[in-house]
Protein backbone atom coordinates (compact mmCIF):
# COMPACT_ATOMS: atom_id res chain seq x y z
CA UNK A 1 0.00 0.00 0.00
CA UNK A 2 3.17 2.46 0.59
CA UNK A 3 4.44 2.10 -2.22
CA UNK A 4 1.23 2.74 -4.23
CA UNK A 5 0.17 5.59 -2.23
CA UNK A 6 3.98 6.75 -3.23
CA UNK A 7 3.08 6.42 -7.06
CA UNK A 8 -0.31 7.76 -7.04
CA UNK A 9 2.22 11.21 -5.37
CA UNK A 10 4.35 10.74 -8.20
CA UNK A 11 1.45 10.86 -10.68
CA UNK A 12 0.28 13.95 -8.96
CA UNK A 13 3.55 15.68 -9.14
CA UNK A 14 3.78 14.55 -12.98
CA UNK A 15 0.33 16.62 -13.85
CA UNK A 16 0.56 19.70 -11.48
CA UNK A 17 4.62 19.98 -12.90
CA UNK A 18 3.09 20.90 -16.46
CA UNK A 19 1.03 23.92 -17.61
CA UNK A 20 -1.29 21.64 -19.16
CA UNK A 21 -3.50 21.05 -16.48
CA UNK A 22 -4.14 25.06 -15.90
CA UNK A 23 -4.21 25.89 -19.70
CA UNK A 24 -6.88 23.21 -20.25
CA UNK A 25 -8.60 23.95 -16.72
CA UNK A 26 -9.25 27.70 -17.59
CA UNK A 27 -10.21 27.24 -20.77
CA UNK A 28 -12.72 25.00 -19.61
CA UNK A 29 -13.86 27.40 -17.02
CA UNK A 30 -13.89 29.91 -20.21
CA UNK A 31 -15.85 27.59 -22.59
CA UNK A 32 -18.54 26.27 -20.34
CA UNK A 33 -18.95 30.18 -18.63
CA UNK A 34 -19.96 31.40 -22.49
CA UNK A 35 -22.41 28.62 -23.19
CA UNK A 36 -24.19 28.42 -19.56
CA UNK A 37 -24.41 32.43 -19.41
CA UNK A 38 -25.36 32.68 -23.27
CA UNK A 39 -28.36 29.93 -23.51
CA UNK A 40 -29.20 31.21 -20.02
CA UNK A 41 -29.87 35.05 -21.41
CA UNK A 42 -30.93 33.04 -24.57
CA UNK A 43 -33.76 30.87 -23.21
CA UNK A 44 -34.32 32.85 -19.91
CA UNK A 45 -35.29 35.81 -22.38
CA UNK A 46 -37.78 33.35 -24.36
CA UNK A 47 -39.29 31.77 -21.00
CA UNK A 48 -40.03 35.36 -19.88
CA UNK A 49 -41.08 36.93 -22.88
CA UNK A 50 -38.21 39.61 -23.58
CA UNK A 51 -37.28 37.56 -26.35
CA UNK A 52 -39.70 36.37 -29.13
CA UNK A 53 -38.57 32.65 -29.96
CA UNK A 54 -39.64 33.59 -33.38
CA UNK A 55 -36.72 36.30 -33.45
CA UNK A 56 -34.60 33.83 -31.37
CA UNK A 57 -34.95 31.37 -34.57
CA UNK A 58 -35.94 28.52 -31.76
CA UNK A 59 -39.29 27.85 -33.44
CA UNK A 60 -40.68 27.55 -29.82
CA UNK A 61 -38.54 24.71 -28.64
CA UNK A 62 -37.22 26.32 -26.04
CA UNK A 63 -37.58 24.81 -22.53
CA UNK A 64 -39.87 25.57 -19.84
CA UNK A 65 -38.23 27.77 -17.45
CA UNK A 66 -38.90 25.26 -14.59
CA UNK A 67 -36.49 23.23 -16.79
CA UNK A 68 -33.73 25.43 -17.65
CA UNK A 69 -31.60 24.88 -14.54
CA UNK A 70 -30.44 21.33 -14.90
CA UNK A 71 -30.06 21.79 -18.70
CA UNK A 72 -27.69 24.60 -17.88
CA UNK A 73 -26.11 23.18 -15.25
CA UNK A 74 -25.33 19.72 -17.34
CA UNK A 75 -23.13 21.82 -19.01
CA UNK A 76 -20.19 21.22 -17.23
CA UNK A 77 -20.33 17.85 -18.24
CA UNK A 78 -22.67 16.96 -21.50
CA UNK A 79 -20.53 19.90 -23.06
CA UNK A 80 -17.32 20.30 -20.87
CA UNK A 81 -16.39 16.15 -20.37
CA UNK A 82 -13.88 16.37 -23.57
CA UNK A 83 -11.25 18.62 -21.17
CA UNK A 84 -10.84 15.47 -18.46
CA UNK A 85 -10.73 12.91 -21.42
CA UNK A 86 -8.20 15.07 -22.72
CA UNK A 87 -6.01 15.61 -19.75
CA UNK A 88 -6.09 11.64 -18.99
CA UNK A 89 -4.78 10.97 -22.38
CA UNK A 90 -2.42 13.75 -22.49
CA UNK A 91 -1.16 12.14 -19.00
CA UNK A 92 -0.79 8.89 -20.53
CA UNK A 93 1.04 10.05 -24.10
CA UNK A 94 3.11 12.20 -22.89
CA UNK A 95 5.32 9.19 -20.94
CA UNK A 96 5.74 7.59 -23.64
CA UNK A 97 6.33 10.36 -25.99
CA UNK A 98 9.28 11.32 -23.68
CA UNK A 99 10.34 7.95 -22.34
CA UNK A 100 9.52 9.09 -18.52
CA UNK A 101 8.13 5.82 -18.73
CA UNK A 102 11.47 4.36 -18.69
CA UNK A 103 12.82 5.62 -14.92
CA UNK A 104 9.04 5.40 -13.42
CA UNK A 105 9.25 1.29 -14.14
CA UNK A 106 13.12 0.86 -13.04
CA UNK A 107 11.43 2.69 -9.72
CA UNK A 108 8.01 0.80 -9.73
CA UNK A 109 8.37 -2.67 -11.98
CA UNK A 110 5.05 -3.54 -11.26
CA UNK A 111 3.34 -2.00 -14.22
CA UNK A 112 -0.08 -2.20 -13.16
CA UNK A 113 0.42 -0.60 -9.81
CA UNK A 114 2.11 2.37 -11.94
CA UNK A 115 -1.22 2.16 -14.35
CA UNK A 116 -3.60 2.41 -11.45
CA UNK A 117 -2.11 4.97 -9.37
CA UNK A 118 -2.07 6.98 -12.51
CA UNK A 119 -6.15 5.90 -13.25
CA UNK A 120 -6.55 7.13 -9.04
CA UNK A 121 -4.55 10.32 -9.86
CA UNK A 122 -6.64 11.20 -12.90
CA UNK A 123 -10.08 10.15 -11.30
CA UNK A 124 -9.22 12.88 -8.78
CA UNK A 125 -8.09 15.12 -11.47
CA UNK A 126 -10.97 14.65 -13.49
CA UNK A 127 -13.28 15.24 -10.48
CA UNK A 128 -11.45 18.60 -9.57
CA UNK A 129 -11.96 19.82 -13.66
CA UNK A 130 -15.82 18.33 -12.53
CA UNK A 131 -16.24 21.52 -9.75
CA UNK A 132 -14.45 24.06 -12.06
CA UNK A 133 -16.72 23.08 -15.21
CA UNK A 134 -19.84 23.51 -12.54
CA UNK A 135 -18.53 27.21 -11.18
CA UNK A 136 -18.68 28.53 -14.62
CA UNK A 137 -22.17 26.29 -15.29
CA UNK A 138 -23.68 27.08 -11.70
CA UNK A 139 -22.39 30.01 -10.85
CA UNK A 140 -22.66 32.15 -14.08
CA UNK A 141 -25.31 29.88 -15.48
CA UNK A 142 -27.95 30.66 -12.24
CA UNK A 143 -26.75 34.43 -12.19
CA UNK A 144 -28.31 35.17 -15.28
CA UNK A 145 -31.10 32.89 -15.03
CA UNK A 146 -31.78 35.15 -11.61
CA UNK A 147 -31.42 38.20 -13.52
CA UNK A 148 -34.05 36.95 -15.52
CA UNK A 149 -36.11 36.11 -12.30
CA UNK A 150 -36.38 32.42 -13.19
CA UNK A 151 -35.41 30.59 -10.05
CA UNK A 152 -32.07 28.85 -10.43
CA UNK A 153 -33.21 26.28 -7.73
CA UNK A 154 -29.93 25.99 -5.77
CA UNK A 155 -31.72 25.15 -2.42
CA UNK A 156 -33.31 22.16 -4.49
CA UNK A 157 -31.45 18.94 -2.87
CA UNK A 158 -31.79 17.41 -6.88
CA UNK A 159 -29.90 20.12 -8.28
CA UNK A 160 -26.81 19.36 -5.51
CA UNK A 161 -27.64 15.74 -6.42
CA UNK A 162 -27.01 16.87 -10.30
CA UNK A 163 -23.40 18.68 -9.43
CA UNK A 164 -22.77 15.60 -7.70
CA UNK A 165 -23.27 12.99 -10.20
CA UNK A 166 -21.89 16.21 -12.57
CA UNK A 167 -18.34 16.04 -10.43
CA UNK A 168 -18.17 11.80 -10.87
CA UNK A 169 -18.65 11.80 -14.43
CA UNK A 170 -16.07 14.14 -15.11
CA UNK A 171 -13.88 12.12 -12.88
CA UNK A 172 -15.03 8.77 -14.68
CA UNK A 173 -14.06 10.81 -17.94
CA UNK A 174 -10.79 11.03 -17.25
CA UNK A 175 -10.05 7.77 -16.36
CA UNK A 176 -11.69 6.91 -19.65
CA UNK A 177 -8.78 9.42 -20.95
CA UNK A 178 -6.07 7.30 -19.37
CA UNK A 179 -7.09 4.03 -20.45
CA UNK A 180 -7.54 5.62 -24.53
CA UNK A 181 -3.98 6.93 -24.10
CA UNK A 182 -2.73 3.43 -22.85
CA UNK A 183 -4.53 2.02 -25.54
CA UNK A 184 -3.24 4.24 -28.69
CA UNK A 185 0.30 5.87 -27.14
CA UNK A 186 0.48 8.07 -29.75
CA UNK A 187 -0.31 11.60 -28.88
CA UNK A 188 -1.45 13.11 -32.09
CA UNK A 189 -3.26 10.15 -32.75
CA UNK A 190 -4.84 9.88 -29.43
CA UNK A 191 -6.10 13.88 -29.86
CA UNK A 192 -7.31 13.43 -33.06
CA UNK A 193 -9.28 10.65 -31.63
CA UNK A 194 -10.48 12.15 -28.64
CA UNK A 195 -11.82 15.26 -30.63
CA UNK A 196 -12.96 13.65 -33.53
CA UNK A 197 -15.23 11.00 -31.71
CA UNK A 198 -16.31 13.63 -28.85
CA UNK A 199 -17.23 16.43 -30.84
CA UNK A 200 -18.35 15.08 -34.38
CA UNK A 201 -18.93 11.27 -34.33
CA UNK A 202 -20.79 10.51 -31.14
CA UNK A 203 -23.30 13.56 -31.94
CA UNK A 204 -24.07 11.94 -35.39
CA UNK A 205 -24.63 8.62 -33.37
CA UNK A 206 -26.79 10.07 -31.18
CA UNK A 207 -29.06 12.06 -33.47
CA UNK A 208 -29.23 8.80 -35.65
CA UNK A 209 -29.86 6.33 -33.44
CA UNK A 210 -32.97 8.21 -31.92
CA UNK A 211 -34.61 7.45 -35.10
CA UNK A 212 -35.81 4.07 -34.50
CA UNK A 213 -37.05 2.35 -30.84
CA UNK A 214 -34.06 -0.11 -31.65
CA UNK A 215 -31.24 2.22 -32.62
CA UNK A 216 -32.38 4.38 -29.55
CA UNK A 217 -31.97 1.06 -27.04
CA UNK A 218 -28.63 0.50 -28.56
CA UNK A 219 -27.68 4.68 -28.47
CA UNK A 220 -27.96 4.92 -24.68
CA UNK A 221 -25.04 2.81 -24.36
CA UNK A 222 -23.00 5.35 -26.25
CA UNK A 223 -20.38 7.00 -23.70
CA UNK A 224 -21.91 10.59 -23.65
CA UNK A 225 -25.54 8.95 -23.59
CA UNK A 226 -24.61 6.99 -20.23
CA UNK A 227 -22.87 10.33 -18.84
CA UNK A 228 -25.85 12.08 -19.66
CA UNK A 229 -27.85 9.26 -17.78
CA UNK A 230 -25.49 8.89 -14.74
CA UNK A 231 -25.75 13.50 -14.29
CA UNK A 232 -29.84 12.88 -14.54
CA UNK A 233 -29.73 15.93 -17.16
CA UNK A 234 -28.62 16.85 -20.63
CA UNK A 235 -28.72 19.53 -23.08
CA UNK A 236 -28.60 17.35 -25.49
CA UNK A 237 -31.98 15.95 -25.35
CA UNK A 238 -33.09 19.47 -25.90
CA UNK A 239 -31.09 20.24 -29.18
CA UNK A 240 -31.66 17.15 -30.77
CA UNK A 241 -34.42 15.69 -32.92
CA UNK A 242 -37.21 13.71 -31.08
CA UNK A 243 -36.20 10.11 -29.63
CA UNK A 244 -38.22 7.00 -29.94
CA UNK A 245 -39.44 7.01 -26.74
CA UNK A 246 -36.61 4.28 -25.74
CA UNK A 247 -36.02 4.60 -21.95
CA UNK A 248 -32.78 6.07 -20.86
CA UNK A 249 -30.46 4.25 -18.68
CA UNK A 250 -30.69 5.09 -14.75
CA UNK A 251 -28.07 7.25 -13.02
CA UNK A 252 -25.97 4.03 -11.10
CA UNK A 253 -26.36 2.10 -14.99
CA UNK A 254 -24.87 5.25 -16.89
CA UNK A 255 -21.98 5.57 -14.37
CA UNK A 256 -21.28 1.94 -14.68
CA UNK A 257 -21.26 2.03 -18.62
CA UNK A 258 -18.66 4.84 -18.48
CA UNK A 259 -16.68 2.60 -15.84
CA UNK A 260 -17.02 -0.26 -18.24
CA UNK A 261 -15.64 2.04 -20.86
CA UNK A 262 -12.70 2.76 -18.60
CA UNK A 263 -11.77 -0.42 -17.60
CA UNK A 264 -11.85 -2.16 -21.58
CA UNK A 265 -9.98 0.93 -22.46
CA UNK A 266 -7.26 0.19 -19.98
CA UNK A 267 -7.23 -3.49 -19.43
CA UNK A 268 -6.81 -3.66 -23.36
CA UNK A 269 -4.09 -1.21 -23.52
CA UNK A 270 -2.34 -2.59 -20.77
CA UNK A 271 -1.80 -5.78 -22.73
CA UNK A 272 -1.22 -3.66 -26.14
CA UNK A 273 1.08 -1.40 -25.21
CA UNK A 274 1.78 -1.13 -21.59
CA UNK A 275 3.52 -4.52 -20.90
CA UNK A 276 6.16 -4.04 -23.99
CA UNK A 277 9.39 -2.14 -23.70
CA UNK A 278 9.51 1.58 -24.01
CA UNK A 279 12.54 2.24 -24.88
Known amino acids: MTVFLRSVSAEFAKILTTRMWWILAIVLFLYIALLAGGLSALFGGIATGAISSSA ?21 SSVGYVFPVLIGALATTGEF ?57 LGDSATWALVGRSVLAMALWAMIGVGLGVLVPNQVATIVIVLAFTQFVEPLLRL ?18 ASDALVGASFFSVASAASAGAASLLWWQGGLVLLAYAAAAGIGGYFSSWKKDVT
Open 56 to 76: AGTGGGAPPAAGLPPLIYSFA
Open 208 to 225: ASSFTEVTAGIGQFLPGA
Open 97 to 153: RHQTLTPTFLATPRRRGVLGAKGVSLFVVGAAYGVVALAASVGIGALVMNGFGIDPQ
